[in-house]
């Protein structure tokens, strides 16, 4: 069934509304919501399925602008669940504005179930749950509704659509959005919904916008002039790449700052098409895509590089596929492999895994172990995007309310549970794991980085630590923090002081550890909590962190591998200026010999980029699946 968008009134300050245009007298349907307001895009208003698209008009005719965006439709219409539709703007034609940094020529805006449920359809795109949820893709007694925001931005993303920009978001005032500067010459004006979704009989309440003066500043209308191209920013590579077109090697090296991807073409559309036959779109894909073009490169040193253009989370997945992908290709005992697959999807998507290897296998022998461990991963219905994803929401809604600490230790169990085949369902996960909840448990944080990424200055701003171990700090009592030549001594100690500390009593604090961008809280503990170490050394490798794991194990602690993500100049720019710097050829063999921890190897993880906060996480129950 096709749905034309509905006019969206204009709020009574906005200049630009015409003699027929809609303008709303009324804004009771935003007042005390939490709104967003999204940059306003000078384009056509195009609406996509899963078997087509239209324009504004349900029987719009052909136009040279709307070639591109059927190819679009074409790429992502396999992962579009049947019954939704996708509203958004078509850039590709120069409208009154010329836009020249567009990510892509089509941002989508919202996402709307149909008007009836979906039946026997899949319930999102890679066989996750979906922004509708599992089991189908209609609204509520099949109702036609436009979904909340935030579950808007995570689909469109996973189907390799951008959204535009955020220009506010907070309880709706009106003396903020009229405080709004915007470009005029560059920017048509705003548009201000509801966070939460809304039924289409509500549209007119739920959203407005605000258009610029005298708008249209052009003689000839767009449709009836020739077809301007609007320009495209480098990044608009990775948003063709999360679609699905198949990957520009010279754009992609151009969008990540790099000089150049040296990859065989034929592998990368080997992997395009393994990608695409499992599903994946947006970032997954687009993780695959890169990871086989980069995996010759040292692991320790892509997140780091690739941060910039595609943010920590993504960059650190392209690392860790880069590092793990080669496991495939060696023998593993039949016995312990579907465990061993579960650990593995804590640190990647096995799917996207197994597509990068079987792409890379150096020879006949190697591609068969990686089909006969996809055929594992298949069986064990491990080969989704987000195989745990149900398992993960029963023990979130059992947890609700718990402090974060607990709420991951006992995540962390389940998963291993999980892996061992002891529990199979969510409600099992939460019986299995009772024993956690009154969190007496120790808490241990363990930093890992070469000198200078940050560690101490990374835990002097934590808080409810019970003690800090630096093994720099236990050099210096010793007569010199640069003297190497006791370090196994000094390690003893060091190891000795992290178990008197994690095996003393609750401190009556509780929460978390009260990091910036932590995920522990105050909130719902019960009872004290156990004590907070913070381990402060290098731990540039697993020999070395498997010491001071070996202590957490026996105390019964709650593990968190804090990983300091810094790129080798800003490592070595610091190390120049730090009050004790390390000399630059230990320097260079710390960077040699670092090789960061993985998801999984810890009962969860952090990763603090070079301004010193925590911008991703891995582990943790509140995480939201990609």
């Known amino acids: 069934m096709r749905v034309h968008y509905p006019r969206t009134p204009h709020l009574p300050w906005s200049p630009g509304a015409s003699a027929d245009d809609v303008r709303t007298g009324d804004l009771s349907g935003l007042a005390g919501a939490e ?49 939704l539709r996708i509203c958004g703007e078509n850039l590709f034609a120069r409208h009154s504005i010329p836009y020249t940094d567009l990510e892509s020529w089509f941002y989508g805006f919202s996402v709307w179930t149909g008007a009836t449920r979906a039946t026997g359809g899949s319930s999102g795109p890679a066989g996750s749950s979906g922004p509708a949820g599992p089991g189908g893709t209609g609204g509520p007694d099949g109702q036609d509704r436009c979904l909340d925001w935030d579950d808007t931005v995570r689909f469109l993303r996973r189907l390799g659509i951008p959204t535009p920009r955020v220009l506010w978001r907070g309880r709706y005032d009106e003396r903020s959005l009229r405080a709004l500067r915007l470009d005029l010459d560059r920017q048509e004006g705003y548009v201000v919904r509801t966070v939460r979704g809304f039924p289409r009989a509500e549209f007119g309440e739920r959203v407005a916008k605000w258009v610029r003066p005298r708008h249209v500043r052009t003689d000839t209308h767009w449709m009836h002039a020739a077809v301007v191209e609007n320009g495209l920013a480098p990044s608009s590579a990775l948003w063709a790449a999360r679609s699905g077109a198949l990957p520009d090697l010279p754009a992609l090296a151009a969008a990540l700052g790099l000089p150049e991807l040296s990859c065989p073409p034929e592998e990368l559309a080997e992997v395009s098409a393994r990608l695409d036959e499992l599903g994946r779109g947006g970032d997954a894909r687009l993780a695959g895509l890169l990871a086989t073009a980069l995996r010759t490169e040292r692991r320790q040193s892509l997140a780091p590089r690739l941060a910039g253009p595609l943010g920590l989370r993504l960059a650190r997945r392209v690392a860790d596929l880069v590092g793990l992908h080669p496991a495939l290709h060696r023998p593993y005992p039949d016995e312990d492999r579907r465990a061993g697959l579960v650990r593995l999807s804590a640190a990647a998507d096995l799917g996207v895994l197994h597509a990068v290897a079987a792409t890379a296998a150096p020879g006949r022998a190697e591609r068969e172990l990686v089909d006969w461990s996809a055929l594992f991963a298949e069986d064990a219905g491990l080969i989704d995007g987000a195989p ?57 944080l363990h930093l890992c980085g070469p000198s200078g990424s940050g560690k101490s200055g990374f835990a002097a701003g934590l808080t409810g630590v019970t003690a800090r171990i630096s093994l720099d700090d236990l050099r210096a009592a010793r007569g010199s923090r640069a003297d190497q030549r006791d370090n196994a001594e000094v390690l003893r100690v060091g190891l000795a002081r992290l178990d008197a500390a994690l095996a003393t009593g609750g401190t009556g604090a509780t929460g978390g550890t009260g990091t910036t961008g932590g995920t522990g809280t105050d909130e719902g503990t019960t009872g004290a909590a156990g004590p907070t170490a913070v381990w402060d050394a290098t731990s540039l490798n697993q020999q070395q962190r498997s010491l001071v794991h070996a202590v957490a ?74």
């Open 35 to 83: 709104v967003v307001v999204t940059e306003k895009l000078d384009g056509e208003n195009t609406t996509l399925y899963r078997d087509g698209l239209h324009a504004r008009s349900l029987d719009s005719a052909h136009h040279p602008s709307r070639a591109w965006v059927k190819g679009l439709q074409g790429r992502i219409a396999p992962r579009i669940p049947a019954g």
């Open 388 to 444: 745990l994803a149900r398992l993960r929401a029963g023990l979130r809604e059992a947890l609700a309310g718990l402090d974060g600490d607990i709420a991951d230790r006992c995540w962390a169990q389940a998963r291993e549970a999980y892996a061992l085949g002891r529990i199979t369902t969510a409600e099992e996960a939460v019986a299995a794991t009772w024993r956690r909840r009154d969190g007496r448990f120790p808490r241990l």
């Open 553 to 626: 194990q026996r105390r019964d602690a709650l593990v968190t591998h804090v990983v300091l993500v810094v790129g080798e100049e800003e490592l070595r720019r610091r190390n120049a200026v730090r009050p004790h710097p390390v000399p630059p050829d230990v320097l260079t063999a710390q960077l040699h010999r670092f090789g960061p921890p993985y998801p999984g190897q810890a009962h969860r993880t952090w990763y603090v980029g070079p301004g010193g906060a925590v911008e991703d996480t891995a582990g943790t129950l509140d995480e939201q699946e990609d």
